[in-house]
């Protein structure tokens, strides 16, 4: 089966935890006729033009309601549940355990950069009321494992630099590389943190080369522990490390290699790649099908220009009480960056997948900088009189509240859409 080719950490924990949900004398839910649970076949798909991608659906060839009636309707499935449906509702434990993993990490990532108090605290927030990221923490989906790995990246990296001046290390470099692995070992996507994890290390403390080239090697030992042996085995299968040319088989009428300097990267317009990797950044559910407000989405590109603008502010020119972050903001900034490079890459070598949920393992880092870009625009300048306490308790309270009303907005949409 071409899905083989992903790493296996969501999907071998997830067995686990079904395992151990679905034991005794039942034949377990695989054996549900109505579920219709199957094993996943190599895709057929409808034959489109090369490089096309449709504007209403970006996975035309699928039904148009594919993700949404997945499985018939049955009464066991109400309040009271019955099984097999608490073992379904159940496995989604896993993907709130990595969510919950994904806030905490953020929050140390965010102490670290930011200081302990106010602005730390906003960046878990934002994380844990970000609408496509509840959605996906909710479900089953080796997302919320690959952003927790990609903030636990993060904490550690800066951690590392600050501590620079301290002992142990190789063993925080050690520690560093293990996430990494672990990282690798959850979605490929999660590479896109080795520039900013390799970073930290070279940059932790002063400058030696041996000194530095043995730490970046203790680092890739560790990822390489974790890691090492699933890309080994995508080798030997496969003939490269991540399986990409047999994933591309699936679907070779779209596999058309594109410049970036084509209209897919630059036309502002739905299932074009610059509206359509934000709106299913921040909310497009499902297969990208169930949509918020175009006035929500409005909203959130508004507070995502300010947020941008601010961080850059504060790396650029930060106020007196900015500069002790401004290295470390830079350093969020290359997590980030890999990130984009690694979606801008896949979209143009394989198929279009402008797809939000690929920034996710830099999600963590992605509303650090957001608050920190919220507190440089309210931060106070030399010789300069601020704004109030006030006026920032109302700027950091309509942010919350514009995130709560986009919760409430693809609550009302995701019930819509799953009633029919």
Not at 60 to 75: E, K, N, S, Y
Not at 157 to 166: D, I, M
Not at 252 to 272: D, K, M
């Amino acid at each position: 089966c071409w899905q083989g080719v992903h790493p296996p950490l969501h999907h071998a924990l997830g067995a686990v935890w079904l395992c151990l949900l679905d034991r005794g004398s039942r034949p377990g839910i695989t054996a549900d006729p109505l579920l219709r649970v199957t094993r996943s076949p190599c895709p057929s798909p409808v034959a489109l033009p090369p490089g096309a991608y449709p504007r209403e659906n970006p996975r035309a060839f699928l039904p148009v309601d594919w993700d949404l009636a997945r499985f018939v309707r049955d009464p066991r499935d109400r309040f009271p549940l019955r099984y097999p449906f608490t073992v379904l509702r159940a496995l989604r434990a896993e993907g709130l355990a990595w969510g919950i993993g994904v806030v905490v990490f953020t929050y140390l990532a965010a102490v670290t950069a930011l200081g302990p108090g106010g602005w730390a605290i906003l960046s878990a927030w934002l994380v844990a009321l970000h609408p496509q990221f509840v959605f996906i923490a909710s479900s089953l989906g080796n997302e919320a494992a690959t952003s927790a790995c990609g903030a636990l990246v993060a904490w550690l990296g800066l951690r590392h630099v600050r501590a620079a001046s301290t002992g142990r290390r190789r063993v925080r470099a050690f520690g560093l590389g293990l996430a990494f692995g672990a990282g690798l070992l959850a979605k490929v996507t999660a590479a896109g943190s080795g520039p900013f994890a390799a970073a930290c290390v070279a940059l932790a403390g002063p400058w030696n080369l041996r000194r530095k080239t043995v730490d970046l090697a203790v680092f890739a030992a560790g990822a390489g522990l974790v890691c090492g042996w699933w890309y080994a085995r995508n080798v030997f299968l496969y003939g490269d490390p991540l399986g990409w040319r047999h994933l591309l088989l699936a679907y070779p009428h779209e596999a058309a290699g594109r410049s970036l300097a084509s209209s897919y990267f630059w036309t502002i317009r739905e299932g074009r790649f610059p509206l359509e990797v934000f709106m299913s950044f921040w909310g497009k559910f499902g297969w990208m099908t169930v949509k918020l407000s175009p006035a929500t989405y409005g909203a959130l590109a508004a507070l995502t220009v300010g947020g941008a603008l601010g961080a850059l502010k504060a790396v650029v020119h930060p106020g007196p009480r900015e500069r002790h972050s401004r290295p470390l903001l830079a350093l969020l900034m290359l997590h980030v960056a890999g990130a984009v490079v690694l979606l801008l890459r896949y979209n143009i070598t394989g198929t279009p997948q402008p797809q939000g949920r690929y920034l996710f393992p830099a999600l963590g880092p992605l509303m650090i900088l957001l608050a920190a870009g919220i507190r440089s625009w309210s931060s106070r300048r030399a010789g300069r009189r601020g704004p109030s306490r006030r006026l920032v308790w109302a700027l950091v309270g309509s942010v919350l509240a514009l995130l709560l009303v986009a919760n409430g907005n693809a609550l009302l949409a995701l019930t819509r859409a799953y009633a029919r």
